[in-house]
């Protein structure tokens, strides 16, 4: 076996540990006679995998008993349309803060429903170099939520804070930074992720809901989209993404093995460490995220020469160090070093970067 260190933003590497226990159980779950593959979603085995999935990820964020936990299918994508048609009816309106490309996907699909959405921040100017300040002041109080992207993929950016709405329910994508530290989830209206980023295999969207705010959608609107029904249902209306909900209950089983996301927490803030000491410390790299932005999961940097990045990548991929290329719309290189990196995956970059640079003296 000769496993590489996978920097992909996602679908992205999963703990090795999860990969081995799937594996033992691919083919045979217990004394069911079967793989979970193969399952009845309605059968015993597979109810209590679903239960566990939940009970689990309660545990692990310490999610309140007025939260509605749901496991759906489409993507964080197709959230981006489901919340303002979940949410809307409370008052009519919504507004967005656009700190880099997805939130911008979201806000705009807000609007191509023809809401009254407002973009009550953005650093766009900035390139999405920081997260914006989101005061209440500048929240409408008549919006039905805020919406925010707590941690920005593309760009290596998080929110450092919670933003204060007041009242306004916040709503966050979170696909790129869920379970990866504690995170007061009463703060939160809503909290949604698509998983391939730090939490199971792609084709599984979580979404975390307040229960008062179930009664808000629009009655047009597709029942698969209705938080609701899926609530109800328990998130069996239809056939619910069955493997991967069983691969992210291993991989809620992992954190909590390790000691949940205290400990989760404690890696990854050393994880990164890391990587920016590093990139602090010297200047043939460039990260051109603000310090008090910067991401734990998604790191960023440039040479300052695309010729010398694209190099970088490709050198990179050879030495086993894979998915450096930052995305196609940035350029540049970005580290994803999600819950499942170790350590020695980002002291082998810092190896490999120190040796690239001394190599390529830029001109
Ligand atoms: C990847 C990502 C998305 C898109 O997720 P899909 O599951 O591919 O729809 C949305 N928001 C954030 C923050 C992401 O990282």
Redesign the pocket.
Known sequence: MNRVYNFS??PSMLPLEVLEKAASELVCYGDSGMSVMEMSHRSPDYEAIINDAEAMLRKLMNIPDNYKVLFLQ???????AAVPLNLIGRTGKADYVVS?Q??G??FKEAQKMGYDVKCIATTKEDNFDHIPTVTKDMVRPDASYVHV??????YGTKYSYIPDTGDVPLVA?????IISEPVDVSKFGVIY?????NMAP?GL?LVIVREDLLDYADPKMPTMLEWKTMAENGSMYNTPPCYTIYMAKLVYEWILSIGGLEEMQKRNVAKAAVLYNYLDSQSYYIAPVKADSRSMM?VTFVTGDADLDKKFASEAAKAGLKNLKGHRSVGGMRASIYNAMPKEGVEKLVEFMKAFADANPKA
């Open positions: 933003a996602g489409g993507g964080a994508s197709t959230q981006f880099g997805f939130s996907k979201a992207c707590f941690n920005n993929t593309i994508d979170m696909s790129s930074c992720a698509g998983a391939q980023k792609a969207t998604n």
